[in-house]
């Protein structure tokens, strides 16, 4: 069995198109992934399938109600593999990173739980989820395009999903650094050229060039990151290198 993602939301017409196409539909095509659906709508008990009510206490909007969104919650998880983790796609929840791909691609699985409206109703946070997960300081109007931004994250690390033309080893944030730019032919475009050290088959040059690019940039542009990581002695080098001649 392959590793299998569940995901309960209202408007999973939002998620599939994910698992048609690129990544995530090549490993679903080749079993080597899974994505469950399940809508609370399945389980509401009223004639007109209600799900959402209006908050207590007031205000606009109205909110996920509890018995039908634990139930779809309940179902899919039951599709899981045992220890797979639930989250809930939330404005407020913990920020989305790529170590937490990578040590979710590691696992069995994992469940996504898309809010609607004004959210869900807090007891289900407190029964049901075992984490809450932004993936962004924006607002959406649901979750669904999240959960399709976590799928596609995830998917992508999963043994066999990616060929080595397509390996995500050097990608952004996969060694806590930018990616540094890539290049491919023609070797000039109006005026601009391909850097001398790409067309020399020098690949000890290469690699450092690449390191060099990669911290600069990274030192450009997320600055934070470079605060969180423990430089060798030639990292240290190539990137005062790369402020210096940025200096210049």
Excluded: N
């Excluded at 908050?55 to 018995?67: A, C, I, N, R, S």
């Amino acid at each position: 069995m392959g590793y299998r993602i569940g995901v309960v939301s209202l408007l999973p017409e939002l998620v599939a198109p994910v698992e048609r196409h690129g990544v995530v539909g090549r490993a679903c095509e080749r079993g080597l992934l899974e994505i469950v659906h399940r809508s609370p709508r399945e389980f509401a008990t009223d004639r007109h399938r209600t799900v959402d009510a209006r908050p207590y206490g007031g205000g606009p909007g109205m909110v996920l109600k509890f018995e039908p969104l634990r139930a779809a919650i309940r179902a899919a998880r039951s599709e899981l593999p045992g220890g797979c983790p639930v989250f809930l796609l939330s404005a407020r929840g913990r920020p989305f990173a790529q170590s937490l791909a990578r040590d979710l691609a590691a696992g069995p699985g994992l469940l996504l739980v898309a809010g609607r409206y004004e959210g869900v109703d807090e007891r289900i946070v407190q029964s049901e989820v075992d984490e809450e997960l932004s993936v962004g300081d924006y607002v959406l109007s649901g979750g669904e395009l999240a959960a399709a931004m976590v799928i596609d994250a995830v998917a992508r690390l999963l043994p066999e999903v990616l060929g080595h033309e397509e390996s995500p080893d050097e990608e952004s944030f996969m060694t806590g650094l930018l990616e540094y730019p890539q290049y491919t032919r023609p070797e000039v475009v109006d005026g601009m050229r391909v850097p001398e050290v790409l067309l020399q088959g020098d690949h000890a040059e290469i690699r450092r060039w690449r390191l060099k690019q990669a911290l600069g940039s990274t030192w450009r542009r997320r600055p934070d990151l470079l605060k969180e990581r423990v430089l060798s002695s030639e990292e240290k080098e190539l990137l005062d290198e790369f402020v210096d001649e940025s200096d210049e």
